[in-house]
């Protein structure tokens, strides 16, 4: 899920890291829980990158992967408010460059016969799969770091995207990092 | 022990020591009236929910306990959600229990079915639809446990009605006297860093122009006397503002009064040339501060608040010192006691502070003879013929500065106003709330006429459950504080401002109302009238002072100007440059 509040245009494409930071917040598993941290990014004005929500191994509770842009407030505010969230239990800070952060693409791509070749071998190199071929058009996945989807979406735009689905990025801090 | 949800939901009520609570009840919160008939709980029914909530704050502002109010669904609902967001930006503890359509038809669009919990999200602390009977009772307990700890603040919690009703086996429970909290993610810190203190203590050592800036966090944390220990201690003089005005006696020699926008001049100017800002429960709040780059350039900040949000949402202090600011006061008067308060010599500084109490009084030009009557002037002399205890709560406009400004507060607790929000109308139900909470107190409302045509009917449920508040109504026939601001940075012209000399009749609508009421138009009948007043005592007053219209609020920092731009009275301006 991509979300994006009060600027214009797409920020998602080529921009530069510093400007985002990852925080992975772990919440109560309860109705109403995301609703409460849309409402809190919204009415303080906090712009969100890019939000993956998903249960824990642990039920009582779910973890959120927001990504936010700290152009539009300090990281520390940003984290103090949502520490004020009754159903917020912990909010670890990943540090860019020191963490593992992955995000899943699903594409539809123009692509006759005459052009098969020429895509296959680039989804190859970047390490995604074919699901399914139609006449004109094949459906391709790819995981990895979100600055190389961006690479691999910027390239597929030479071949004419159809339909496009990236599901924002999941993070975990490296092996071995403090904390 | 088998109970429905009803019965239970004022069982808990009972055990969280609720004596009273203000409310209306309506189709959906229909079942849990039933119970309230056996409670020993006192109920006041509220002519206009807005009035339960203002009231339940009101009882929350003046005994420190949370104010409790109960509505139907929909639109019950939705008349709370003023009050809420009053609690909230005043961090007033409340709870607000609402009805709300059967669980099976929420997201129906059913009769009075709203998205109560989705209203009330951003101007709660936190809020809980509850699903289940057998839930309750646990959050019930949780919402007064997140009410009044860490920062206090309002809590909902919507009742679908299949729950609490007897007829409905949805409703059964099983009580238990000792259910268990579920709040994994609160755990509001109270204790305080050593070394953020012993830091903040050394910057009080050293600093020769310290000021103490005392929010009401002073007041949520029952902090008055250690903040009276540590002004003494130090000798430190002491700013109280609009949400603290009575942690610190106005008659001491070391206060200085209301800082902000209609601070008065010592308390704004001592602030804006202070090196050393010691901020106790206070949020820099931008009626304070004035032009934020242009406030106190030359201080140094310590902060202390329980909310870690506040520390650095503003203004970035040097020492930051998260935790309740008893504690925290306490460990500063604890560590400058064993250290010593240091050397900085402070003389000169205490010189210019008192240099500007002499030139720069509050004042205002007294009536002469065959004047109108003064609004500033009513309030001394309502002061004057009062217990220093009396409680006074306020409206939002000229009147509550006026009040605020020459009102002398002494105690703690005796002042109540809506500061944040700055909700209009505000003071005839936290009046109400107030005196229902501390029924040998005296309260007073004042008042404007704007405000009192917003929520006057509440005096109606002041009469039928007997709470005697009085009210000074500082009649100007305008909306004043917007007529000053229109005749300031308006070029006078004045835009539905005016409301009327004499429509209403407020003394016979008082009247009308069962309230002993009177009309005063000149200075003369003022001491007389409040003599009468503070006579009665089995039901409201309402004295209807008519004051001259075109009286402005000063001292006044422009909107948008830094505090040193300080607006003085005309009488005080020669005496700036």
């Known amino acids: 899920m991509n979300e994006q509040q009060g600027s214009s245009g797409p920020v998602r494409h080529h921009v530069p890291d510093y400007r985002y930071h990852t925080l992975v917040v772990t919440v109560e598993n309860k109705s109403g829980v995301l609703a409460r941290l849309a409402a809190l990014f919204s009415r303080r004005g906090f712009n969100i990158e890019s939000l993956a929500v998903a249960p824990t191994d642990d039920e009582r509770f779910s973890r959120v992967t927001v990504v936010v842009d700290l152009e539009s407030a300090p990281l520390e505010q940003i984290i103090k408010q949502l520490d004020k ?50 006449a004109d058009a094949m459906m391709l996945s790819l995981v990895g770091p979100p600055g190389r989807i961006d690479e691999f979406e910027e390239l597929l735009g030479h071949f004419g995207i159809i339909e496009l689905q990236r599901t924002g990025r999941v993070a975990l801090a490296n092996l071995d990092e403090d904390d | 022990m088998k109970m429905d949800g009803g019965q239970a939901l004022i069982r808990a009520l009972e055990l969280e020591g609720v004596d009273v609570m203000f409310g209306l009840p309506g189709g959906a919160i229909l079942p849990v009236y039933d119970p309230i008939i056996d409670s020993s709980i006192r109920h006041v029914l509220v002519r206009h929910e807005q009035g339960a909530g203002h009231m339940a704050e009101g009882y929350a502002h003046a005994t420190g306990r949370p104010g409790v109010a109960m509505v139907t669904s929909g639109p019950g609902a939705t008349n709370i959600v003023t009050p809420l967001c009053d609690a909230h930006l005043d961090s007033v503890p409340m709870v607000v229990v609402t009805g709300q359509v059967p669980y099976a038809a929420i997201g129906t669009d059913a009769f009075q079915e709203c998205d109560t919990t989705g209203i009330t999200q951003s101007v709660t602390k936190h809020n809980f639809l509850v699903s289940k009977a057998q839930d309750i009772p646990r959050t019930i307990k949780e919402a007064f446990h997140i009410a009044t700890t860490g920062r206090p603040g309002p809590v909902l919690v919507d009742i679908p009605k299949d729950i609490v009703d007897p007829d409905n086996p949805r409703s059964a429970l099983e009580w238990t006297d000792d259910v268990e909290m579920d709040l994994p993610g609160y755990n509001p810190r109270t204790e305080v860093d050593s070394a953020a203190v012993a830091e903040a203590a050394d910057l009080i050592r050293a600093a020769e122009r310290p000021v103490l800036y005392v929010g ?313 009238a409040i003599a009468k007043a503070n006579e009665v005592d089995d039901r409201p007053v309402v004295i209807d002072f008519r004051v001259t219209a075109t009286e402005n609020v000063y001292p006044m920092v422009p909107a948008g100007a830094s505090n040193s731009e300080l607006v003085v009275p005309p009488s005080q301006q020669d005496q700036r440059r």
């Open chain 2, 216 to 528: 009401g966090g002073i007041l949520k944390a029952r902090a008055a006397e250690a903040l009276r220990e540590l002004a003494e201690l130090t000798g430190i003089h002491v700013v109280t503002t609009l949400m603290a005005r009575g942690a610190f006696p106005d008659s001491h020699d070391l206060c200085l009064g209301m800082p902000g926008m209609h601070g008065n001049f010592t308390a704004v100017t001592a602030m804006q040339e202070s090196d050393l800002l010691i901020a106790l429960g206070a949020r820099f709040d931008d009626r304070v501060t004035g032009r934020l780059d242009g406030f106190a350039q030359g201080a140094r900040i310590i902060h202390v608040d329980i909310d870690a949000a506040e520390l650095g949402k503003v203004r970035r202090p040097d020492v930051a010192i998260l935790g309740d600011c008893r504690v925290a006061i306490e460990a500063l008067v604890s560590d400058l006691t064993s250290g010593g308060v240091g050397g900085a010599d402070r003389d000169a500084w205490r010189s210019r502070v008192s240099g500007w109490q002499e030139r720069f009084p509050l004042s205002y030009e007294q009536a002469g003879a065959g004047d109108e009557l003064k609004p500033q002037m009513v309030i001394e002399r309502l002061r004057d013929a009062t217990p220093d205890d009396t409680i006074v709560a306020s409206g939002v406009g000229q009147h509550q500065m006026w009040a605020s400004q020459y009102w002398s507060f002494e105690h703690p607790y005796t002042w109540i106003n809506s500061g944040g929000l700055g909700t209009m109308g505000f003071s005839i139900p936290a009046a109400i709330g107030a005196k229902a909470g501390c029924p040998d107190k005296m309260v007073w409302a004042v008042d404007g006429d704007g405000c009192f045509q917003m929520t006057a009917q509440e005096l109606v449920t002041a009469t039928v459950e007997k709470i005697p508040i009085k009210v000074a109504l500082l009649n100007n026939s305008y909306l004043g504080m917007v007529r000053q601001w229109q005749e300031m940075f308006y070029d006078e012209r004045y835009s539905e401002v005016f409301l009327s000399k004499d429509v209403p009749d407020y003394k016979g609508w008082a009247e009308s109302m069962g309230c002993v009421a009177m009309r005063v138009d000149s200075p003369e009948e003022v001491d007389a």
């Open chain 1, 85 to 134: 969230l009754i159903n917020v239990v912990n909010i670890r800070e990943l540090h860019p460059g020191h963490a593992v952060e992955r995000e899943l693409m699903i594409v539809t791509v123009a692509a006759g016969p005459d052009r098969r070749d020429e895509l296959v071998e680039h989804l190859d190199r970047a390490g995604g799969k074919v699901l399914s071929v139609g």
